[in-house]
C-alpha cells in the first residue's frame, strides 16, 4: 500500500510543477506585450500621464518577478486581480461562470461515458462486420466537423425546424432543474456527439488490443464461454485503458466547451475567455488559462493514477 | 402509392437479383438490407422520409461512384509501382484523394471558377440566390459561393503553412534529440511536456490575445502548439532506428550528424512520419477553423470558412442551411485527409486484424 501512495504523490508532485511552469508561462507572456499592459489598454492616443496613473494604480512599476509571486499568491486563494475594462474583481465575474461550464461538462459526460464505453465494447466485439464499418465512419465524420459545425446543425433541425429544445442556452437565477436540463441540452447534445466519437474509438482500440493477448487465447482454448472471456478475463484488464480514456476525453470537453458556449450563447468561461481576449482584458485571460490547464492536468493526473491503481503491472516501474 | 415508390422499389429489388444472379455477396447484402430498411421507414415514415432515405442512397452511391472511377484513373496515369498499390486502396481513401484533388483545384484557380470578387459587394445583404448568385448574399452582399473558392486559397492555405512550420520544428527537434541525446534530449523531453500539457485552444487564445490576430501569430502560435506533438512521434521512430548496425557504422565511419539524419534515418522514417502530417493537418485545421470562428483568425475582408459561418449565423434562425455550407467543407476536407491517412496506416504498418 505504501508504495502506491508514494506513487500518486510524485505524480501530484510533477502535477504540480507543471502548473507552475505554466504560470509561468502564462504571466510572462504578457509581458512580452510591446511596450506594457497599461500602454495597451489606453491605446496610442494616451497622454504620459494617464499612462503613468494606471502604471501606479495597476502596480506595474515593480519588477516583474514580484508582481508574478503577487499574482500567484493571490491566485491560490482564487483572487485573481482586476479586469482592466470594467474593473470588477476577476473572481466574481469568473466564479459562476466557471461553475455553469462544469455543470455543462457533467451533463454532457453523464450522457456520453456510460453510452460511448458500451458502443466501444460492442463494436469491438463485432469488428469488422457492416455495423463496424457504418460506426467508423460515423464516428470519424463526427470528430473531424468542427464543434461549430455539429452545434449549428442540431440549432438547424432541434430549434428551428422542429421547435423541440431552445437555440440559446440562457440562464437565470430560480429557473427549475428540468427547465435548466431543457435550455442546456443543445450543447450538451453537441458536446456528447464529439466526445462520444473520440471514447468509441479509443475504447474499440482498447479492447481489439486486449483481446489479441495470449491469455485470451488460451481461456477461449480452454473452452470458456464468451460472455465469461469478457466478463472474467478481458474487463479486469481493460478497465486501465477505459478509466484513461473517460479521464483524457473529460480534459477535451473541459476546452471543447469553449467553441460550444459562443455557438449556444451560454454563460460559461469559455465566452468570458473569448470575450477577454477579443478586449485584451489580460486578468481575465490569464486567470482563465489556468483554471483550464489546471483542470486539464488534474484529469490527466487522475488519468494517470487511475491507471496505476486498476493495472497492479504499473506499480513497480521498471 | 406514388410513382416514384413504385419505381424506387422496383429498382431496388431488380438490383439485387441482378447482383444475387451474378453471385455479388456483398451488394446483394447492401442492396437488399437498403430495400428492407426503406420498407420499414416507408410504411413509418411515409413518402417523405422514403424520399429521404433514396437521396442518401443515392448520394452514397454516386460518391462511390465517383471514388471507384478516380481511383482507377490514378491507377492508369500512375507509374507502374505506384498503381499496383493505389488497386488495394479502398474506396474511402479514393475517395479522400478525390475530395483533396477538387480542393486543391478550387485554391489554385479560384479567381477564375468564382464569378465574383471575395470582397466585391454586389447586392443587398443577404439577398436570396438568383441567376447571377448560386448561394445568395452574405451579410455584407457579397456573393456566398465565391467567397466559398475563394475560403478554400485562405483557409485551407493558412491551415497548411502552419502545419508546415510546426512539422519542420518539430520534426528537425526530433531527429537531432534521438541523434544527440544526452541533455539535449531531456531538455527537449520535458519542454514538449509542459506544452503539451496546456490546452491547444486555449494557448492559441492566449498568444492571440498578446500579440493580435495577425495571420503570421497564427502560425508561429500553431506551430509553438503542435511541434511538441511531432517532436514526440519523430524522437519515437527515429529512436528505433538509430539503434540500428547501420547507424552504428555509419558513425564508425565518422559520418556527422548532418549526413546520419539526412540519409540515414529521415529515409526510414518516412512513411510514420508523411500519415503524422496528414493527422496533424487535420487537427491544425480545426484549430485555425475554431480560430477564425471566434473571429482571431484571418481577418475580414479575407474571405475565410471559420468567420463565415460566425457572420452569417443569424440566417440558421430563419431555416437556412447556407452558413453550414463552409463549416461542411471543413469538415468534408478534414474527413477526406483521414479517410487518406487511414489508408497510409494501414499500408505503412501492414497491420492487419483479423
Redesign the interface.
Known amino acids: 500500500m505504501g508504495d502506491i501512495v508514494n506513487l500518486v504523490l510524485k505524480r501530484l508532485g510533477f502535477g504540480l510543477i507543471t502548473l507552475l511552469v505554466i504560470s509561468v508561462i502564462i504571466f510572462f507572456m504578457v509581458e512580452l506585450l510591446p511596450g506594457d499592459i497599461a500602454q495597451a489598454v489606453l491605446g496610442q492616443g494616451a497622454t504620459e500621464e494617464n499612462v503613468a496613473a494606471l502604471r501606479e494604480q495597476m502596480g506595474l512599476n515593480n519588477p516583474a518577478f514580484v508582481r508574478y509571486f503577487e499574482w500567484l499568491g493571490g491566485a491560490v486563494v482564487g483572487d485573481f486581480g482586476t479586469s482592466i475594462v470594467s474593473g470588477e474583481r476577476v473572481s466574481t465575474i469568473i466564479t459562476e461562470r466557471f461553475i455553469n461550464t462544469l455543470f455543462l461538462a457533467a451533463y454532457a459526460a453523464v450522457i456520453a461515458v456510460p453510452f460511448a464505453i458500451t458502443l466501444g465494447v460492442v463494436v469491438a466485439l463485432l469488428r469488422n462486420t457492416l455495423f463496424d464499418r457504418v460506426a467508423n465512419v460515423l464516428t470519424l465524420t463526427s470528430i473531424s466537423s468542427p464543434e461549430f459545425f455539429l452545434g449549428y446543425i442540431l440549432i438547424l433541425f432541434f430549434a428551428v425546424k422542429w421547435q423541440m429544445f431552445p437555440a440559446i442556452s440562457s440562464l437565470s437565477d430560480g429557473m427549475s432543474f428540468a427547465e435548466l436540463l431543457d435550455r442546456t441540452f443543445l450543447p450538451a447534445l453537441t458536446l456528447v456527439l464529439v466526445v462520444t466519437a473520440h471514447m468509441m474509438r479509443m475504447t474499440r482500440a482498447a479492447i481489439i488490443n486486449l483481446l489479441a493477448s495470449p491469455y485470451i487465447e488460451m481461456a477461449r482454448l480452454k473452452g470458456a464461454p464468451p460472455w465469461k472471456v469478457i466478463v472474467k478475463h478481458a474487463l479486469p484488464n481493460a478497465w486501465a485503458p477505459i478509466i484513461n480514456v473517460i479521464a483524457l476525453n473529460l480534459a477535451y470537453l473541459i476546452t471543447g466547451v469553449v467553441l460550444v458556449e459562443v455557438v449556444f450563447v451560454y454563460p460559461g468561461i469559455g465566452q468570458a475567455l473569448v470575450d477577454a481576449v477579443s478586449k485584451r482584458d489580460f486578468p481575465i485571460v490569464q486567470a482563465c488559462c489556468l483554471i483550464f490547464a489546471a483542470t486539464f492536468i488534474l484529469l490527466n493526473l487522475a488519468a494517470d493514477v487511475g491507471a496505476i491503481l486498476t493495472n497492479p503491472r504499473l506499480r513497480h516501474p521498471k | 402509392m406514388s410513382q416514384f415508390v413504385i419505381l424506387y422499389f422496383a429498382a431496388l429489388i431488380v438490383a439485387s437479383c441482378l447482383a444475387a444472379y451474378y453471385k455479388k455477396q456483398g451488394p446483394f447484402?447492401t442492396l437488399f438490407s437498403l430495400t428492407l430498411i426503406s420498407f420499414v421507414l416507408g410504411i413509418v415514415g411515409g413518402a417523405g422520409t422514403l424520399r429521404l432515405v433514396a437521396t442518401f442512397a443515392a448520394v452514397l452511391a454516386f460518391a462511390a461512384g465517383v471514388s471507384y472511377a478516380f481511383r482507377e484513373f490514378l491507377v492508369v496515369i500512375a507509374p507502374t509501382k505506384l498503381g499496383k498499390e493505389l488497386k488495394t486502396a479502398p474506396l474511402?481513401a479514393s475517395f479522400g484523394m478525390f475530395v483533396i484533388f477538387t480542393y486543391g483545384i478550387a485554391a489554385i484557380f479560384a479567381p477564375w471558377i468564382a464569378p465574383h470578387g471575395e470582397s466585391e459587394v454586389i447586392a443587398s445583404a443577404f439577398a436570396p440566390a438568383d441567376e447571377n448568385m448560386l448561394l445568395g448574399a452574405d451579410q455584407l452582399g457579397r456573393d456566398m459561393f465565391s467567397r466559398i473558392i475563394y475560403g478554400a486559397r485562405n483557409s485551407v492555405g493558412l491551415a497548411l503553412s502552419a502545419t508546415i512550420a510546426a512539422f519542420a520544428i518539430g520534426a528537425i527537434a526530433g531527429l537531432l534529440a534521438a541523434t544527440k541525446g544526452g541533455w539535449f534530449d531531456q531538455f527537449m523531453g520535458r519542454f514538449a511536456?509542459?506544452i503539451m500539457?496546456?490546452?491547444?485552444?486555449?494557448?492559441a487564445?492566449?498568444?492571440?490575445?498578446?500579440?493580435g490576430p495577425h495571420v503570421y501569430v497564427i502560425i508561429i502560435a500553431v506551430a509553438i502548439i503542435y511541434a511538441p506533438r511531432v517532436f514526440r512521434l519523430t524522437r519515437a521512430v527515429a529512436g528505433n532506428v538509430v539503434v540500428m548496425d547501420y547507424i552504428e557504422a555509419a558513425k564508425l565511419r565518422g559520418e556527422g550528424t548532418g549526413y546520419l539524419i539526412r540519409r540515414e534515418i529521415l529515409p526510414n522514417s518516412t512513411a510514420p512520419l508523411i500519415a503524422e502530417f496528414g493527422l496533424e493537418f487535420?487537427f491544425v485545421f480545426?484549430l485555425v477553423?475554431?480560430l477564425s470562428?471566434?473571429?482571431?483568425g484571418i481577418q475580414p475582408p479575407t474571405a475565410d470558412w471559420?468567420s463565415m459561418?460566425?457572420e452569417n449565423?443569424t440566417l440558421?434562425?430563419?431555416?437556412d442551411?447556407t452558413?453550414?455550407i463552409p463549416?461542411?467543407a471543413?469538415?468534408l476536407l478534414?474527413?477526406a485527409v483521414?479517410?487518406v491517412v487511414?489508408w497510409m496506416l494501414f499500408r505503412s504498418s501492414g497491420l492487419k486484424?483479423q
Not at chain 2, 440558421?316 to 431555416?319: D, H, P, Q
Open positions: 447484402m474511402t511536456d509542459v500539457s496546456i490546452p491547444s485552444l486555449i494557448f487564445l492566449l498568444m492571440l490575445s498578446i500579440f487535420c480545426l477553423a475554431g470562428f471566434l473571429g482571431l471559420g459561418v460566425r449565423a440558421i434562425s430563419f431555416g442551411y452558413p453550414l463549416a461542411g471543413i469538415a478534414t474527413v483521414n479517410f487511414d486484424e
